[in-house]
């Protein structure tokens, strides 16, 4: 089992950029098809990018698509999420996600397909 531990988070200014990582513990993490879902408040949960175990692959919501960009280091055992151009509808709790499960490309952009959480970190752009 594997244990998902992000950091990165704070506060920054529209415009500004910020760096997420998660760093894994526990199982073979260049194994794992890894997520990166947000949450912000009174809001589901949603899809915000998605990386292949092989790292050849990536998928991206449209709303973050030449803004953010998702990529992994297996020798560091850490996925990371390089957010750019930020603005404040990005505000929200960002989670990191694992499944070792291989699925059809949409499903990727579903939560219940990933099978391990993170905690969290708050990502807050101000305006």
């Known amino acids: 089992q594997v244990q998902l531990v992000e950091s990165g988070g704070g506060l920054v200014q529209a415009g500004g950029s910020l760096r997420l990582s998660c760093t894994a513990s526990g199982g073979t993490f260049s194994r794992y098809n890894m997520g990166w879902f947000r949450q912000a408040p009174g809001k589901e949960r949603e899809f915000v990018a998605a990386i292949l175990w092989s790292g050849g692959t990536t998928y991206y919501a449209d709303s973050v698509k030449g803004r953010f960009t998702i990529f992994k280091d297996d020798a560091r055992n850490t996925v990371y999420l390089s957010m750019n151009s930020l603005k404040p509808e990005d505000t929200a709790v960002y989670y990191c996600?694992?499944?070792?499960?291989?699925?059809?490309?949409?499903?990727?952009?579903?939560?219940?397909?990933?099978?391990?959480w993170g905690q969290g970190t708050q990502v807050t752009v101000s305006s």
């Open positions: 996600a694992a499944t070792l499960g291989s699925y059809r490309s949409s499903d990727y952009y579903t939560d219940r397909r990933y099978d391990y």
